[in-house]
């Protein structure tokens, strides 16, 4: 099991104790599923790899877990009605409100007196960056005691690949057939100007990482939010087998950094110190190339895309060294 981690994943393996513990590692994880087969996820679907560790994490702390879903992938991953493929209690609701859904499920659990609950709400890149925005923004501020995740494949994939505000420069998508000319939106950095008690970014190519990311969120009252890049084969245009392969790219390449902000303190995360603090950068034109969504980028726009990088990877040196991120 050890060797099918990968390099990256072995240098992760510091966050759990070094390499020794892995087994330790796999053996806490809850063998019970609460995704289950026969959803309708696409094939190759990363999210789907997010929304089962995050259950699992869950499980492991004893309590029982409410799943809260916004219009989005993952509301269609579920099946029809009156079947599911969660294995848990699951609301669902429009896109603007998931947040606002939460915020009120936990007051009302709050006011029974039920402190045995985990209450996770989980969205798209649409329904957190553009759409839900306002309504997160309101209940971190108000302390609600939740944990929203951000799955974030970086376009509206539910309804025809449009671009949200977290697609990346020169991405093509239904709405920017020339690729779109802003920069992705940083939503984790603005929910940690929020001064919410925990923020993290994470990526299932690095399952130790995101599982333990989880857990600790669990561990922390008060609002939570983990922003996580899922890789998506069909509006990214990637073969359906390279998921994990994409995810570890962007965070190789600088285009996806990952870190934590827990009451305040920042700290990077293993497979991205490598990168930041190391200088062990590997070219973004790899990862760019790599997906039909770039197709037709010029040298010039790699360029462009590249200095952006580093500046990106300076910028989280320095917040590394300061341990802040302002």
């Given at each position: 099991?050890v060797?099918?981690?990968?390099?990256e994943e072995h240098?992760g393996?510091?966050a759990?104790?070094?390499?020794?513990?892995?087994?330790?590692?796999?053996?806490?994880i809850?063998a019970?599923e609460?995704v289950l087969?026969?959803n309708?996820?696409?094939?190759g679907c990363?999210?789907?790899?997010a929304l089962?560790?995050?259950l699992?994490?869950?499980r492991?702390?004893?309590?029982k877990t409410l799943?809260l879903?916004?219009a989005?992938c993952m509301?269609?991953?579920e099946?029809?009605?009156p079947?599911?493929?969660?294995?848990?209690?699951t609301?669902?609701t429009?896109?603007a409100?998931?947040?606002s859904?939460?915020?009120?499920v936990?007051?009302?659990?709050?006011s029974?007196?039920?402190r045995d609950?985990?209450?996770?709400?989980?969205?798209?890149?649409?329904g957190?960056?553009d759409?839900g925005?306002?309504?997160?923004?309101?209940?971190?501020?108000?302390?609600?005691?939740f944990?929203?995740?951000?799955y974030?494949?970086e376009?509206y994939?539910?309804?025809?690949?449009?671009r949200?505000?977290?697609t990346?420069?020169?991405?093509?998508?239904t709405?920017?057939?020339g690729?779109?000319?802003?920069?992705k939106?940083?939503?984790?950095r603005i929910?940690a100007?929020?001064g919410?008690?925990y923020?993290?970014?994470?990526?299932?190519?690095?399952?130790?990482?995101?599982y333990?990311?989880?857990k600790r969120a669990?561990?922390?009252e008060?609002p939570?939010?983990?922003?996580i890049?899922t890789?998506?084969?069909v509006?990214?245009?990637?073969p359906?087998?390279?998921g994990?392969?994409?995810?570890?790219l962007?965070?190789?390449?600088?285009m996806w950094?990952l870190?934590e902000v827990?009451?305040?303190?920042f700290?990077l995360?293993?497979p991205?110190r490598?990168v930041?603090?190391?200088?062990?950068v590997?070219?973004?034109?790899k990862y760019l190339?790599?997906?039909g969504?770039f197709?037709?980028?010029t040298?010039?726009e790699?360029?462009r895309?590249?200095?952006?990088?580093y500046?990106?990877?300076?910028?989280?040196?320095e917040a590394?060294a300061?341990?802040?991120?302002?």
């Open positions: 099991m060797e099918v981690l990968g390099k240098e393996m510091e759990v104790g070094g390499e020794g513990k892995v087994v330790k590692w796999l053996a806490e809850p019970d609460y087969k026969g309708s996820a696409c094939a990363t999210a789907m790899i089962r560790y995050a699992k994490a869950s492991a702390t004893g309590r799943l879903v916004g989005c509301v269609v991953c099946g029809v009605y079947n599911t493929a969660y294995n848990v209690p609301l669902d429009a896109f409100c998931t947040a859904m939460a915020s009120g936990e007051a009302a659990l709050k029974f007196g039920r609950v985990n209450v996770i709400a989980f969205a798209g890149d649409g957190t960056v759409i925005i306002q309504a997160l923004s309101g209940a971190v501020e108000r302390g609600h005691n944990l929203y995740v951000c974030d494949n376009a994939c539910n309804t025809g690949m449009q949200s505000g977290a990346p420069p020169c991405a093509r998508t709405t920017t057939p690729g779109k000319r802003e920069k939106k940083d939503v984790p929910m100007a929020h919410i008690p923020v993290a970014t994470a990526c299932p190519s690095y399952p130790i990482d995101l333990e990311k989880f669990f561990s922390i008060g939570k939010y983990i922003h890049l890789p998506c084969p509006s990214w245009r990637f359906t087998s390279k994990v392969e994409m995810g570890k962007a965070v190789r390449t600088g950094t870190y827990e009451h305040g303190v700290r995360s293993p991205s490598r930041v603090l190391r200088g062990d590997v070219p973004v034109e190339r790599a997906q969504r197709n037709g980028i040298d010039e790699v360029e895309i590249q200095k952006m990088v500046q990106e990877l300076e910028w989280f040196k590394a300061r341990r802040k991120l302002w």
